[in-house]
């Protein structure tokens, strides 16, 4: 079930970057498939947390007394710590990838290969939908969206088409979109991942996320993360560099960074082997930092 719902990019590249020991204590903030966790836990690890937001995830729960599952966004890490007792973690893996079980799904409406509802929720209690965007958000908003998250050029006509077809009848399917966007391979994937990082607030999400797991992270703590497109991997660079979401470098009066961090991976990309094996992880980049 869990090679169905998810296959682990990187894995033993991952799992080696946190440097599992045995008495540590360890968080996977995209439990997915499992295929992270059972890998950390395989290696070692004193106990882990694994956190995801949708309940489906719970399909492959992992039946061991060091494993506990939290059912919530990442970006609360530092409350569950908090709850759970622990003063710190030795390690943070968060693998920013979209799990193949919610492309594969078509009525999660992830997908233009599908037709489906557009909903792209995460979590399924969430209340804004894609649909939801494409219908109430001004044309001035919606172009802003596909812009900011999706990197459209013409952001502005693509916005024109869908509130000149909206005005006349709601769209709510993905195959609706598809047929009024007009837009060609290329492009569509853009449309969607715009659409679904503001459903999923994933930028403000993960904003929180790194600004919490700075906290929780203990001295000498690895943090590894995977990162698939240029928005999220700039402000991941951007945090393990300096420390701050801005990536302005602090310095001490002798011009010394104070940077929390030491940089250990730049942006490692999948071997050709593993693209061959698993090609959505080809725009898979893991950077790896140390708590200091």
């Known amino acids: 079930m869990a090679n169905e719902y998810h296959i682990p990019a990187m894995l033993s590249e991952c ?18 498939g499992g295929g992270h966790s059972r890998a950390i ?65 078509a009525e999660r409406g992830f997908s233009f290969r599908f037709d489906g509802p557009l909903d792209m929720r995460m979590n399924k209690s969430g ?41 006349l009848a709601l769209i709510e399917r993905t195959e609706q979109l598809v047929d009024i966007v007009k837009l060609d391979k290329k492009d569509l994937p853009k449309l969607f991942q715009a659409l679904r990082i503001e459903v999923n607030d994933e930028m403000g999400a993960l904003k929180d996320m790194l600004l919490s797991a700075k906290e ?11 990162t698939y497109h240029s928005l999220e991997d700039r402000m991941v660079k951007n945090f393990f560099r300096s420390g701050n979401i801005d990536g302005e470098i602090e310095k001490d009066f002798y011009g010394n960074s104070l940077s929390p961090f030491r940089v250990i991976e730049k942006g490692r990309m999948a071997s050709v082997e593993e ?3 698993n090609p959505r992880s080809r725009s898979a980049k893991l950077r790896v930092a140390e708590k200091l």
């Open 275 to 277: 693209v061959e094996r």
């Open 216 to 226: 929780v992270l203990k001295p000498g703590g690895r943090f590894v993360v995977l």
């Open 41 to 105: 836990l395989k290696a070692g690890a004193g106990h882990l947390y694994s956190f995801d937001q949708d309940l489906d995830a719970l399909q492959n729960a992992i039946d061991d007394k060091r494993w506990t599952f939290v059912h919530s966004n990442f970006r609360y890490l530092r409350n569950w710590m908090d709850y759970y007792g622990e003063p710190g973690v030795d390690g943070i893996l968060a693998d920013l990838g979209v799990s193949f079980h919610h492309f594969d799904t």
């Open 15 to 32: 799992t080696d970057a946190l440097a599992v020991h045995a008495k540590g204590i360890y968080a996977d903030l995209t439990f997915g």
């Open 127 to 167: 209340k804004l939908t894609a649909a939801d965007i494409v219908n109430t958000y001004s044309e001035e908003d919606l172009a802003h969206v596909l812009w900011l998250y999706g990197e459209l050029k013409n952001s502005r006509s693509i916005a024109r088409a869908i509130c000149k077809v909206r005005s």
